[in-house]
């Protein structure tokens, strides 16, 4: 399965949280360690889930980049 991660950018580091997973959601100091942090939680979670005997949320989350110009043309 293939989830979409969400990354945020703060003032003090980053974030990063799966819509598709309530409560797993990571913060670090930078984008190479939330990258690593969230992989690392999605395959804890998911195991948590199984063992729990709970289900695994199909993904449903999709993204699309807009662009928009701004300011003066």
Avoid: C, N
Wanted: aromatic share 8%; proline share 7%.
């Amino acid at each position: 399965m293939e989830y979409l991660v969400v990354y945020e950018q703060s003032q003090d580091g980053w974030g990063a949280y799966i819509p598709d997973l309530p409560g797993l959601g990571v913060v670090g100091d930078t984008f190479e360690e939330v990258q690593q942090l969230i992989t690392d939680g999605i395959t804890f979670h998911l195991e948590a889930l199984k063992e729990h005997g709970d289900p695994v949320p199909r993904p449903t989350a999709r993204s699309r980049s807009e662009e928009r110009r701004v300011g003066k043309e």
